[in-house]
């Protein structure tokens, strides 16, 4: 997912909207997931660099394939952040 298109929350809606919609019309696909990064300046030529994700499961197995896909980020030092693109 490209950075700038998270910064467009009418693209962020279409795009939450679309996937949505895909995966639950789907009995092969469980979910997706999107991963980003974005940048932070800091002071003089410092930079930050924050890994996000978004998970994206059908309906009916939302809570728990989410359950897991945090857990799996979350060992691995990832966490859970989003802006205002979800």
């Known amino acids: 997912v490209s950075e700038d298109w998270t910064r467009d929350d009418q693209l962020g809606a279409d795009i939450v909207r679309v996937l949505n919609r895909y995966i639950n019309a789907r009995t092969r696909l469980t979910g997706v997931i999107l991963i980003w990064e974005e940048w932070l300046k800091g002071p003089g030529s410092q930079a930050a660099r924050l890994l996000k994700y978004r998970p994206f499961v059908r309906d009916n197995l939302e809570r728990e394939v989410a359950n897991s896909i945090n857990s799996l980020f979350l060992c691995r030092g990832i ?7 979800f």
């Open 79 to 85: 966490s859970l952040s989003f802006g205002t693109f």
